[in-house]
């Protein structure tokens, strides 16, 4: 079947740290990733995408990089700010169904 | 542009009373819809999705029920709630084309007590 396995949480970080969030996957055949974040008390919103091998999916700073040789789609930042402050979600749409597969969320605090 | 609703926002229900979360998307036409459960300090579970008006499938045996008697709108349901029904539930809703990402309502905080 299909799963996301992500680092478990939660991470803190300093303002203006590196960030880097792991998720790796499990599917059958060629599925699209993505990332969500939820803010506190919010639902989810889509941050990026990528639909197939080596796409790099990129929004308000954040960067993914699907890659198919290691499955993963770490989530990276350069430099976080207190306004980052969220739950992160991966999740995979494996294609042949119009169903997300969800990690179970990573919750990041950036103090200032 | 296409918008998602969710009502109530928050709910406390004492255990073996009934359940109603209403959900309704706006600007878009034939979606899609998704109910998700994200229970406390943990990931979210697909409950339900919807193809189409009266086509509903179930993800996870439990005492919730689903319904969507218009194009537009998604109701979640149970006859009885138990204190495990505690969590934050969400309604999605993507477009008909594959690939389509899903996009989120704001979610309704349950409390069973």
């Known amino acids: 079947g299909n799963s996301v396995t992500q680092m478990e949480g939660p991470v803190t970080l300093s303002e203006e740290a590196f960030l880097t969030i792991n998720c790796t996957y499990t599917?059958?055949?060629?599925?699209?990733l993505f990332w969500y974040v939820q803010y506190p008390g919010e639902g989810l919103q889509l941050l990026l995408k990528?639909?197939?091998?080596?796409d790099k999916g990129s929004n308000k700073g954040f960067e993914a990089t699907y890659r198919k040789e290691t499955t993963s789609f770490h989530l990276e930042k350069g430099s976080v700010q207190v306004s980052d402050s969220a739950v992160y979600f991966c999740?995979?749409?494996?294609?042949?169904?119009?169903?997300?597969?969800f990690g179970s969320g990573t919750q990041l605090t950036v103090l200032p | 542009s296409q918008t998602i609703h969710q009502w109530p926002a928050t709910l406390v229900q004492p255990v073996g009373s009934p359940l109603s979360l209403e959900c309704t998307v706006e600007?878009?036409?034939?979606?899609?819809l998704y109910w998700y459960r994200q229970a406390a300090g943990r990931g979210l579970q697909l409950l339900f999705y919807?193809?189409?008006?009266?086509?509903i499938s179930s993800e996870v045996p439990q005492n919730l029920s689903a319904s969507r008697p218009q194009d537009r709108q998604f109701i979640l349901s149970s006859k009885k709630l138990l204190l495990s029904d505690s969590g934050f539930y969400l309604c999605?809703?993507?477009?008909?084309?594959?690939?389509?990402?899903?996009?989120f309502g704001p979610g309704t905080r349950l409390t069973v007590t």
């Open positions: 999605a809703w993507s477009g008909s084309v594959a690939l389509d990402e899903q996009y």
């Open positions: 599917a059958t055949g060629y599925p699209s």
């Open positions: 919807s193809v189409g008006i009266g086509q």
């Open positions: 999740a995979l749409d494996p294609r042949d169904a119009r169903q997300l597969t």
């Open positions: 990528a639909t197939k091998a080596d």
């Open positions: 600007g878009t036409s034939n979606p899609n």
